[in-house]
């Protein structure tokens, strides 16, 4: 009996610890092969689509794209207002900041954008075009979420740091980072042939490397424009050397289409979630714009345009919902999502002439570029006649639901170029039209309205943010994801010391100098 | 040549031994002389023998000097030596101590319930099949100290969350592991709701049984009981034993159930206010509405009708078991229905003079689920229905819930409100329809062969397959969740579980001390795999074509999962005299859902029982006392497909991303190291006390953390503990022939600690269920307790008094906060069983005490003013927050206020999705009638074994409740959702017939 028992302890030992499959096994579901990975050099250019698609957008997601900016910057750039009372109305349009919604510009630029041009930068020596093509995606979406935070983790992400923590930076030190890597891959792009294997992942450009560069320059003054307030000489160097070095111009787009993509705001616009700014229809409507009605929808109420003012009263949301909505000419479905404009970059250079910088023409001739590339983008046809408008100016706000929100325009400020006006009120007139061109990108608009206080924009009615943003100034930046806090403690306390004032939606960021 | 010569040797030498034999007759009765069907009756030192039929008569070939053996379950056996005798009456002698029942333990194994160092419960067929669901579990509740039940709030056959001391895994199921026949089943659902937006119920795999199929289910609550299953058995195991056939009877049996159920705890509406104004959502109106719908209106009375015919028969040889049940569920929501057939075939036979034991099993089911409700906020009939504006004419849009539209050429939605909740309730049953079509077979096989009459081994193998097929179609014109072409959700699952083991089993005498040992090695592998496809918003080729090709713009996924876990254990089960009992077990796991390098752990067990009254002189009352001890550590893996990240992967939309983000698990499996402490006493039939205390600390868990760099890591960490106490009493106050009261008391109470969750971070805390921008949240923290509701509260001052805004109502706190928990502190079951003559009684009474729980239904209600509070709150002349400070628009505290809020602007305010949720939770304690039966048994029947008709009823009525819904009602069967209501479809209450009748 005993050999039986010993034949059956050696049979159950020869069953066990046959774990040599167990790595097959444990895949999990949609995982790319090694294989698939290397083959095509997939390795290097598999992220591109995700950069492209998450700088205005969130990558596949609908609602994503809500909190990341349509519930905050889209509103507070005066473009569009949610006719619907989330949280009892206790919302970001009231300034009682969502914690839930604003984590995700946040969190969401760091899985999309900052991870995977860190996965990309491995691969520099072997690839110096793609990586170039990296930086320049990295600034144009960090430079967002700078522009909402003010100090944010860039330069030490993805690495190992000491304590543990991610530390961040200033935000002087991160735009000091932008232009470094915008310069740096200018230089990696400018003149170089077309690579196949880049091509096909090219949502923007079509490969053509030039206009990588071209939208680097551009990019860099932009965000030298910003900063021409906290450090006049810098911006000024910065932003002739951009110009110089060629920006968009003419009919230029910088936008992203690819098969399938699909625009995020057609789902909100199912949604009625985000209908149209009451500052919309103050300012279009007052300079008998043409662009009103090939933005909007006529609302369903009376026919009208009709905006909603941010920060008021609503109990329900069948109140505002027949507002206006945005006109699928904007976001269709299968619209492409709009980056940077060459209307914005003669705006841009105006302001630059304005300052007395070299910008290639005078601030009248760069403005009436603008406008004119504008109506061009649109297909409004000839601006000739609206640029010649003298005496067109905002009008009176009525909200035909509450009168109580009715209010008076907010400037007077006309469309024509007036030489003999000071370089303050050319200067509201430049950005009064950029604003209208660079509709429907919220939050560069609120970036430079932050910056500049142009356009006049309506305060808020109802203020829910316990005294910390002021209802006149309106607010000035979101605040830190509260799960910073938990996870990312010393270093994000280090960040408040940086910001110089409380983490709260009061606080003024580094360019934003008052 | 040989074998031949052989055969005809065997053929002549049993003819010649079948030449010497004779006929025995006879009948075995007990006590009270009335025959025992069933027993046993063995010819001593062979394996031939018969059993008796229904009056206990029985008939046997048997050789004159032979020694016939008597037994049968809940008697002493009896051994008489035949003589001349040819007509035997034997009188069995019942065994008063129940304990000396077979037990049917972990991996199937059967033991004497003496010799058992942990507690265990046995719930018997009749138990289950009286009051019949078509969920069965649903009959466990309120029958075994230490279950909780929930069930979900999604119609008939709907999942349920079973719970067996206490949730021990953060992110691991907290489910026990279903057994059947000693080989573990899979309970696949194939979706649960994760947030208060709602979702489906998927249904689960254990209510897919035939529950006339089961003899008796046994609950092995601890580690203890089950640790021979290992890791999956953490949360216990629910062992279930199925019914084979039996040598020489032959045995058909018809049931029939019937119940009607009824919507039961519904929300109270108001009929006083109508409509704020025309195409208004809310009822702030101040007109009395001519005719306001009344809440149970929506509802029908549901009906379910469950058949079976099974039919059991053999030979000493081979016997057979065949049944076939129907089941047949109308909701009580209108379309909602289940239907299922089972099929199932077992034979079992024995070999070679016993030497050889083969079991087979295969059974089949289908079950169709058309339009389970789903809940939540989407796709929620209930929710319209009790949301619309009062006054609206809702027999109108009944009847009319759709129109022809001219410039569509298509029906569409009639209703005159715009809003995605709130859609026509009949639209969104008709014009939103859904199918869960449900196949699964399983099939087992064992051999046992009987090596000696001290050893033996076993082989099983199981194979259990299930396929879920889920289509739902949206209809054009659907607002908001379906664009304008509609919208189809298709979602596929196949899931596999394949099993096999192999055990040696030894059993021994040596003197005093009998030895039970067993060694044995197992392999698992579960697959879960499929296709899902939600045309959302992409829309389809052309108007409501629901066609998988014609979906626009979407792209299918294809989950996919699957783990193996190779085992090899022992046990040693170590007998002194009847008095002292020593168990042990060891177990080691290879998992493959752990790092390659660290996927192999072992863990052991040991337990303890001294019978009291062999070792030392007792009171002659107490026919037993026992005392038992036992510790037991169980290792655990992970979930499947976290060991090794891809560098990436395809995202939703089909795109590739990157996956840097998401790091892999480097961690060690999980232990749950339990401590069981117990005693049971026993006082002949008239009490019988089983007490047991335990102690389960579970660590090393593991969870998703996301550290600083955002990125996602899986980890081990936190420790949580379980402790409380189980008694379960059993009185029988009269026995008589005639009469005999029954009373079963069982208790328990479950204290769960969240020991530590990061020691590294003890501000960190898990989310369970995300707030997702409503009011309900749960949210694990340190010091804290597992399914924690978290959620704003009234803002307080610093001596606690409430503060309101200038008009009275009240601020909402700063963060959110602990609300309440929603786990009983203690449950208690009162089971009274009076059998009189042919009658039987038999009555449930189910209490859980303590926790608290959340009502979103009751805060939307109140927000839209439909609800009955809103009306008297409007009589009143407005709300008062007692003791209320008031608060200044910069937060400084003005003064007392003590005037009443506007109803209107306070419960457009606290109420709502997002609502104040500290003034929505509710006192969860509930006394309910859960069971009743009355049953006649007709004896004495020429044409039938059996007939018994019986009354049955369930839910039938609350001697105490608080909250605004049946607490009960789960959201998921899953961790999170627990103690909220987001418009749950509302209780049933049930009464119907049963008929059981066998020939």
């Keep these: 009996m005993k050999k039986y028992i010993f034949a059956a302890v050696a049979a159950l030992g020869m069953t066990t610890a046959c774990t040599d499959n167990f790595e097959d096994i444990n895949k999990a579901p949609h995982q790319i092969s090694e294989e698939s990975f290397q083959a095509d050099y997939l390795f290097l250019k598999a992220f591109f689509p995700q950069m492209q698609q998450s700088i205005y957008y969130n990558f596949g997601n609908g609602y994503g794209y809500q909190l990341q900016q349509n519930l905050n910057a889209d509103i507070y750039s005066g473009y569009m207002t949610p006719p619907t009372p989330f949280i009892g109305n206790k919302n970001n349009a009231t300034y009682a900041l969502v914690d839930g919604w604003n984590s995700w510009a946040f969190n969401k630029s760091l899985d999309n954008i900052l991870a995977p041009a860190k996965s990309v930068s491995k691969h520099m020596d072997l690839a110096p075009e793609f990586y170039g093509v990296s930086l320049i995606l990295k600034v144009a979406g960090m430079h967002r979420v700078t522009d909402m935070y003010g100090p944010i983790p860039y330069t030490k992400y993805g690495e190992v740091n000491e304590g543990g923590g991610l530390p961040y930076d200033s935000q002087e030190a991160v735009y000091d980072m932008f232009f470094e890597e915008l310069d740096m891959a200018i230089s990696l792009l400018k003149d170089k042939p077309a690579i196949a294997n880049f091509s096909e992942v090219d949502q923007m450009f079509k490969g053509d490397f030039n206009m990588w560069a071209k939208f680097a320059a551009s990019l860099k003054l932009r965000l030298a424009m910003r900063i021409s307030e906290v450090a006049p000489a810098k911006a000024k160097t910065l932003a002739e050397a951009a110009i110089s070095a060629g920006v968009l111009e003419g009919g230029d787009l910088a936008q992203v289409s690819a098969d399938g993509l699909k625009h995020p705001m057609a789902l909100i616009k199912s949604w009625k979630d985000a209908l149209m700014g009451a500052p919309m229809e103050s300012i279009l409507k007052g300079f008998n714009d043409p662009r009103l009605a090939i933005y909007f929808d006529p609302s369903d109420q009376d026919g009208e345009y009709r905006g909603i003012r941010q920060g008021i009263e609503i109990e329900t949301k069948d109140t505002y919902s027949d507002f206006s909505g945005i006109n699928d000419n904007v976001i269709g479905v299968n619209k492409p999502l709009l980056l940077m404009t060459a209307a914005e970059v003669y705006f841009l250079r105006a302001e630059a002439a304005l300052n007395g910088w070299s910008a290639g023409a005078s601030a009248k001739e760069l403005y009436e570029m603008g406008v004119q590339a504008s109506f061009d983008q649109h297909g409004a046809g000839d601006a000739s006649t609206y640029l010649a408008d003298a005496t067109s100016m905002p009008a009176d706000y009525v909200d035909p639901e509450n009168a109580a929100n009715d209010i008076a325009a907010q400037s007077d400020i006309t469309i024509a170029w007036d030489a003999a006006a000071s370089a303050m009120v050319n200067k509201e007139r430049i950005l009064t039209q950029k604003w209208i061109a660079m509709f429907p990108e919220g939050q560069e608009a609120w970036s430079e309205y932050r910056r500049t206080g142009y356009p006049k924009l309506f305060p808020v009615e109802v203020n829910y943010s316990n005294g910390t943003i002021d209802s006149e100034e309106g607010i000035k930046r979101i605040p830190y994801p509260s799960a910073q806090y938990q996870t990312n403690a010393a270093a994000v306390e280090a960040a408040v010391q940086m910001l110089g004032g409380a983490d709260h939606g009061g606080t003024n960021l580094w360019w934003d100098v008052d | ?999």
């Excluded at chain 2, 170590?574 to 752990?601: E, G, H, Q, V």
Aim: glycine share 8%.
């Design chain 2, 1 to 999: 040549m040989r074998n031949l010569f052989l055969l005809i040797s065997f053929v002549f030498v049993a003819f010649t031994s079948y030449a010497q034999n004779r006929i025995v007759k006879g009948q075995v009765a007990g006590n009270d002389g009335q025959g025992i069907p069933g027993v046993n009756i063995v010819i001593q030192g062979t394996a031939k023998g018969t059993v008796t039929d229904l009056d206990g008569n029985f008939s046997l070939d048997a050789p004159a000097d032979a020694s016939l053996t008597f037994s049968y379950v809940g008697y002493i056996s009896q051994t008489i030596v035949i003589g001349n005798q040819s007509n035997l009456s034997i009188t069995l002698k019942e065994d008063l101590s129940q304990l000396d029942e077979v037990v049917v333990t972990a991996l199937g194994v059967e033991r004497s319930a003496q010799s058992l160092t942990y507690s265990t419960a046995v719930v018997k067929a009749d138990e289950l099949t009286v009051v019949k669901d078509p969920n069965m579990m649903n009959s466990l509740s309120g029958k075994v100290a230490g279950l909780q039940l929930s069930r979900s709030g999604s119609g008939a056959g709907g999942s349920v969350k079973v719970t067996l001391r206490g949730n021990n895994s953060i992110q691991g199921s907290n489910q026990p592991l279903y057994v059947i026949d000693g080989i573990p089943m899979s309970n696949f659902t194939s979706a649960q709701p994760s947030s208060t937006w709602g979702g489906r119920d998927g249904g689960d795999g254990i209510s897919n049984l035939n529950p006339e199929d089961i003899e008796s289910i046994n609950v092995l609550k601890g580690a203890a009981a089950s640790a021979l299953y290992g890791s999956q058995a953490a949360n216990g195991v629910i062992l279930i034993t199925t019914k084979k056939g039996q040598a020489g009877q032959s045995k058909v049996t018809f049931s029939s159930s019937f119940t009607a159920d009824q919507a039961y705890v519904l929300p109270k509406l108001q009929s006083d206010y109508g409509q704020t104004a025309e195409g208004a959502l809310d009822s702030w109106g101040t007109d009395k509405p001519a005719n306001a719908h009344a809440a149970a209106d929506l509802y029908r009375t549901g009906t379910t009708w469950i058949n079976s015919l099974s039919a059991s028969f053999g030979s000493q040889n081979v016997q057979t078991y065949l049944s076939y049940a129907n089941t047949d569920a109308k909701g009580i929501l209108p379309n909602n229905e289940l239907n299922r057939h089972n099929f199932t075939l077992r034979q079992t036979s024995s070999l070679f003079d016993g030497k050889l034991d083969l079991d087979g099993n295969v059974s089949y089911m289908r079950q169709n689920a058309k339009n389970r409700p789903e809940q939540g906020l989407y796709f929620n009939p209930s929710m319209a229905y009790t949301l619309s504006p009062r006054g609206i004419d809702m027999e109108m849009y009944k009847n009319e819930y759709e129109v022809f539209d001219q410039n569509r050429l298509l029906n569409v939605q009639n209703w005159p409100l715009v809003n995605e909740f709130v859609q026509n309730p009949y639209w969104m049953m008709n014009g939103i329809t859904s199918k869960e079509v449900r196949d699964r077979i399983m099939g087992s096989m064992g051999a046992k062969l009987n090596i000696t009459d001290w050893l033996w081994a076993q082989g099983r193998v199981r194979v259990d397959r299930t396929t879920d097929d889920y289509r739902k179609e949206v209809r054009s014109s659907t607002m908001t969740i379906a664009p304008k072409s509609g919208r189809l959700i298709i979602n596929d699952y196949d899931n596999t579980l394949y099993y096999a083991d192999a055990i040696l089993n030894a059993n021994k005498t040596f003197g005093d001390i009998t030895v039970t040992a067993l060694l044995g090695g197992a392999i698992q592998d579960a697959t879960t795999k499929g296709m899902t496809i939600d045309s959302n918003q992409g829309g389809l080729a052309a108007v409501n074509y629901f066609d998988l090709a014609a979906v626009q713009g979407e792209r299918p996924r294809a989950p996919y999962n699957r783990k193996q876990i190779q085992s090899v254990f022992g046990s040693a089960n170590i007998a002194y005299k009847n008095m002292l009992y020593l168990d042990l077990t060891t177990r080691n796991d290879w998992s493959s859902t752990l790092p390659l390098d660290n996927n192999s752990y072992f863990y052991p067990s040991v337990g303890l029982t001294a019978v009291l009254n062999e070792m030392v002189a007792l009171p002659e009352i107490v026919s037993m006392a026992k005392l038992r001890g036992a510790y037991t550590v169980i290792g655990n893996d992970i979930a499947p497909g976290l060991t090794n990240p891809a560098a990436a992967v395809l995202n939703s939309a089909g795109n590739v991303v990157d996956n840097s983000v998401v790091l892999p698990f480097t961690g060690e499996p999980e232990t749950a190291s339990s401590t069981e402490l117990g005693f049971e006493v026993e006082l002949g039939r008239f009490m019988y006390l089983d007490f047991t205390y335990y102690n389960t600390d579970t660590r090393n868990q593991w969870v998703w953390i996301t550290n600083e760099q955002n990125q996602r890591e899986p980890i081990n960490t936190g420790l949580i503990n379980n402790k409380g106490f189980e008694a379960a009493l059993q009185i029988i106050p009269v026995s008589t022939a005639d009469l005999t009261w029954t009373t079963n008391l069982n208790f328990s109470t479950n204290k769960n600690t969240i020991v530590e969750l990061r020691p590294e971070d003890e501000a960190y805390s898990f989310l369970l269920t995300p707030m997702s921008n409503n009011a309900f949240s749960s949210v694990l923290v340190q010091g804290g307790s597992f399914g924690d509701i978290y959620g704003y509260d009234v803002k307080r001052d610093e001596a606690g008094n409430p503060l309101v805004d200038a008009n009275g109502i009240p601020l909402r706190s700063d963060e959110i906060v602990n609300l309440g928990n929603p786990n009983p502190k203690w449950q208690l079951g009162w089971n009274n069983s009076i059998k009189y003559k042919n009658f039987s009684v038999n009555a449930l009474i189910d209490a859980k005490v303590g926790g608290k729980v959340m009502s979103i239904t009751q805060a939307m209600m109140d927000q839209a003013g439909v609800s009955q509070v809103t009306a008297d709150a409007r009589q009143a002349g407005g709300v008062m927050t007692e003791g209320a400070k008031s608060v200044d628009a910069d937060g400084n505290i003005v003064g007392d206020f003590t005037e009443k809020a506007n109803a209107q602007a306070y419960y457009s305010t606290v109420g709502g999705r997002a609502a104040l949720g500290g003034l929505y939770m509710y006192d969860a304690t509930n006394v309910r009638l859960r069971e009743m039966s009355l049953s006649y048994n007709f004896k004495d029947l020429n044409f039938a074994k059996n007939l018994t008709v019986s009354l049955v009823g369930r839910n039938l009525f609350f001697f105490h409740l608080e909250a605004p819904y049946d607490p009960d009602l789960t959201m998921s069967s899953g961790n999170g959702l627990q103690g909220i209501d987001v418009f749950s479809l509302p209780s049933t209450r049930s009464v119907g017939l049963n008929v059981n009748f066998s020939f």
